[in-house]
Nanobody, 126 residues
C-alpha cells in the first residue's frame, strides 16, 4: 500500500493560485495513474483531475478545465496540482489518490483509486 501525503493548501484570494503536492512513499508511483479529488463542507467528494501512469493522458472535471493542471515527477515520487484563477467554489479539502492497477490503459474511474492521502484544506476568499 502506498502512503500519500498532501501539502500546499492554504488561504488564497479569488483569482489567485496554489500548487498542491502529493508525496508518495511505500512504493514508486511511476506505474500508477494518479488523481486529485475534493470535498467541500456538506458535499460529497468529487473528482477533480487525473493523470495516466505515463503522463500522456489527463482528464479534467469540467469545473476546473482551463484553470487546473496536474503533473508528476516520478523521480521524486510526487504529483502536483497547479490551481490558477481560483474561485470561492473551489474551497474544499483536496485529496490525492493512487490507482489500484499498474499500467492501466486509459484513465481510472473514481472507484479504481485505492490509496488516499489525508487531505489538505484549500480556502478561497471572495
Amino acid at each position: 500500500q502506498v502512503q500519500l501525503v498532501e501539502s500546499g493548501g492554504g488561504l488564497v484570494q479569488a483569482g489567485g493560485s496554489l500548487r498542491l503536492s502529493c508525496a508518495a512513499s511505500g512504493r514508486m508511483i511511476s506505474a500508477y495513474a494518479m488523481g486529485w479529488f475534493r470535498q467541500a463542507p456538506g458535499k460529497a467528494r468529487e473528482f477533480v483531475i487525473s493523470i495516466s501512469w505515463s503522463g500522456s493522458n489527463i482528464y479534467y472535471a469540467d469545473s476546473v478545465k482551463g484553470r487546473f493542471t496536474i503533473s508528476r515527477d516520478n523521480a521524486k515520487n510526487t504529483v502536483f496540482l497547479q490551481m490558477n484563477s481560483l474561485k470561492p467554489e473551489d474551497t474544499a479539502v483536496y485529496y490525492c489518490a493512487a490507482d489500484r492497477m499498474m499500467f492501466r490503459r486509459g484513465l481510472p474511474l473514481a472507484p479504481d483509486f485505492g490509496s488516499w492521502g489525508q487531505g489538505t484544506q484549500v480556502t478561497v476568499s471572495s
